[in-house]
T-cell receptor, first 114, second 114 residues
Framework: DTGVSQDPRHKITKRGQNVTFRCDPI?????LYWYRQTLGQGPEFLTY????????KSRLLSDRFSAERPKGSFSTLEIQRTEQGDSAMYLC????????????FGSGTQLSVL | GENVEQHPSTLSVQEGDSAVIKCTYS??????FPWYKQELGKRPQLIID?????GEKKDQRIAVTLNKTAKHFSLHITETQPEDSAVYFC?????????????FGEGTQLTVNP
C-alpha cells in the first residue's frame, strides 16, 4: 500500500492520560501535515513539517500537543494530559510540497477521551 | 489568517439533477482552491482544484469556477448519481505559508436521491 497510513485507527483513553499517534506518509512526499476533524466540521490545521523541520503550528494548538518527524519520514503526534475536548479524528496528510499542493490524507485516528 | 465560508450546509437533489456548492474566502492573495470529497467513515479525497490564473476547470461531470474579484468559487456537479452522496469541502490556502496551510470550509452534505 503506497498511501498515507495512520496507527492506531481508534484510541480510547481516560482523561489525563497521554496518547501518541503515528503517521507514515507517502514515501516521496517531503511535506507532512496534521489536521483535526470533529463531527460535522471540516479538517482543522494543527501543524506541518517539511522534511524533519516543523515549519508551522496553529496558534490555537495547546502546548499539550507536540509533534515530531525526526528523520523526515514518519511522524508522531502526542497529546499530554488529554481532555474530553480533545476527542476528534486526527488526520495526517502528505504532499510533495509547494508546487504540488494536492493533499493525500490518511484514514485518521479516532480519539475518544472518557 | 484565512476565513472560508461554505454554503449550503446540506443539499438534497434528485438523481440526474445538478448540484452547486459555493465558497467564499477572505485572503485576496490566495491562489489555489481545491475541493475534497469525504464519504462516510472515509478519508477526504481531492476531486478537483483550480488555480487563480484560470476562471473555470472541468473534469467530466465536475467543474469548478472562480471569481477572484468577488473572492468566491463554486463546485458544480452535473447529472448527479447516488454515489456522489458525500460531504464536500472547499479549501483555500493562507498566504502566510505560501499555500502550505489549507483552511477548510465546514462542509456540505450532498444527498442524491435515486
Amino acid at each position: 500500500d503506497t498511501g498515507v497510513s495512520q496507527d492506531p485507527r481508534h484510541k480510547i483513553t481516560k482523561r489525563g492520560q497521554n496518547v501518541t499517534f503515528r503517521c507514515d506518509p507517502i514515501s516521496e512526499h517531503n511535506r507532512l501535515y496534521w489536521y483535526r476533524q470533529t463531527l460535522g466540521q471540516g479538517p482543522e490545521f494543527l501543524t506541518y513539517f517539511q522534511n524533519e523541520a516543523q515549519l508551522e503550528k496553529s496558534r490555537l494548538l495547546s502546548d499539550r500537543f507536540s509533534a515530531e518527524r525526526p528523520k523526515g519520514s514518519f511522524s508522531t503526534l502526542e497529546i499530554q494530559r488529554t481532555e474530553q475536548g480533545d476527542s476528534a479524528m486526527y488526520l495526517c496528510a502528505s504532499n510533495q510540497g509547494q508546487y504540488n499542493e494536492k493533499l493525500f490524507f490518511g484514514s485518521g485516528t479516532q480519539l475518544s477521551v472518557l | 489568517g484565512e476565513n472560508v465560508e461554505q454554503h449550503p450546509s446540506t443539499l438534497s437533489v434528485q438523481e440526474g439533477d445538478s448540484a452547486v456548492i459555493k465558497c467564499t474566502y477572505s485572503d485576496s492573495a490566495s491562489n489555489y482552491f481545491p475541493w475534497y470529497k469525504q464519504e462516510l467513515g472515509k478519508r477526504p479525497q481531492l476531486i478537483i482544484d483550480i488555480r487563480s490564473n484560470v476562471g473555470e476547470k472541468k473534469d467530466q461531470r465536475i467543474a469548478v469556477t472562480l471569481n477572484k474579484t468577488a473572492k468566491h468559487f463554486s463546485l458544480h456537479i452535473t447529472e448527479t448519481q447516488p454515489e456522489d452522496s458525500a460531504v464536500y469541502f472547499c479549501a483555500a490556502p493562507s498566504k502566510e505559508t505560501s499555500g502550505s496551510r489549507l483552511t477548510f470550509g465546514e462542509g456540505t452534505q450532498l444527498t442524491v436521491n435515486p
